[in-house]
């Protein structure tokens, strides 16, 4: 069983390649838009006026 290539070459390509920001992320994390939509449909609303029992 050979050997793929010889370990002087290993990483050469990756090394030469110019280092490119990252772009910055368009949306959310799922969780935290998730927690968003929780916030404004369940703690965001009036709660109901108490029923007055006799």
């Given at each position: 069983?050979?050997?793929h290539g010889s370990m002087?070459?290993?990483g050469?390509?990756?090394?030469q390649t110019p280092k490119i920001p990252p772009k910055p992320k368009k949306n959310?994390?799922?969780r935290l838009k998730?927690?968003?939509k929780y916030?404004?449909?369940v703690e965001k609303t009036?709660?109901?006026a108490p029923i007055a029992r006799r």
């Open positions: 069983m050979g050997t002087t070459k290993a050469k390509v990756r090394k959310q994390p799922p998730n927690r968003l916030l404004k449909r009036v709660p109901a």
